[in-house]
């Protein structure tokens, strides 16, 4: 079974100071890894995912992730976060046998931006 | 706008009743998945559906059923509600390319909010 870890429930960062969501997976077969994003009061939208090639995943609004096959980790990264970046964050993986989409979600981080 | 809609927006019933939350995919997404939010489980998976077809199946009680009909649209039906059935239902939907890719991205609809009184 799949599993999902994110270690921090909340992160508070300044304005312009860079953010690390954390994020660690577990999984007997081979992974897609996804960051989603809630802003207040909407559904999820997908920041970014790693399917394969590169290990280093670029995202939308500047947010970037790096896939860790050896520590099983997917971190969400931003080197200077607005305010407007306030939100909850869903680390999430995907297996499955072939034809089918079974997606875990982390509990989710809440990134506070501070001005 | 992710062009999945949900309706209703908000949902307020009481124990024991049945109520029916209602999707609509984007336009050409084969696949349609449900999930409900809560405060102490967070985002669980509860169904997803393809082509009309069951496809897989997470977290969902026997209480709760779904289906998606010949136009691709799809209904979460939950019976004998509870006081802890209350939480945020979200739909959501992908292409589904190759009858259900796991690399699909979900577009996530705005959600229902069901409250049980």
């Given amino acids: 079974a799949q599993s999902v870890t994110q270690l921090d429930s909340q992160v508070p960062v300044f304005e312009e100071a860079p953010v690390e969501l954390r994020c660690n997976y577990s999984s007997s077969v081979s992974v897609y890894l996804f960051w989603y994003v809630q802003y207040p009061n909407q559904g999820l939208q997908l920041l970014?995912?790693?399917?394969s090639g590169s290990t280093l995943v670029k995202g939308i609004n500047g947010f970037e992730a790096e896939f860790n096959k050896s520590q099983t980790s997917f971190h969400l990264r931003k080197p200077s976060v607005h305010i407007s970046d306030t939100a909850e964050y869903f680390c999430a993986v995907s297996e499955g046998p072939g034809g089918y989409q079974k997606v875990t979600f982390g509990i989710g981080t809440k990134l506070q931006v501070i001005p | 706008d992710s062009?999945?809609?949900q309706t209703p927006k908000h949902l307020i019933t009481a124990t024991g009743q049945r109520v029916t939350l209602r999707c609509s995919p984007r336009s050409g997404d084969l696949s349609v998945y449900?999930?409900?939010q809560s405060l102490d489980q967070g985002l669980q998976?509860?169904?997803q559906y393809y082509n009309g077809e069951e496809r897989a199946k997470g977290n969902i009680l026997e209480r709760f059923s779904a289906?998606?009909?010949?136009?691709l649209h799809s209904e979460l039906n939950l019976s004998s509600?509870?006081?802890g059935d209350s939480a945020l239902y979200f739909?959501?939907?992908s292409p589904g390319l190759a009858g259900g890719a796991w690399g699909d991205t979900?577009?996530?609809?705005?959600g229902t909010r069901l409250t049980v009184l």
């Avoid at chain 2, 979900?106 to 705005?110: T, V």
């Fill in chain 2, 81 to 83: 509600l509870e006081l």
């Fill in chain 1, 48 to 51: 970014l995912k790693y399917l």
């Fill in chain 2, 34 to 36: 449900w999930y409900q």
């Fill in chain 2, 3 to 5: 062009g999945v809609t």
């Fill in chain 2, 106 to 110: 979900q577009y996530f609809g705005p």
């Fill in chain 2, 45 to 47: 998976f509860l169904i």
């Fill in chain 2, 67 to 71: 289906q998606q009909f010949p136009d």
């Fill in chain 2, 91 to 93: 739909c959501a939907s």
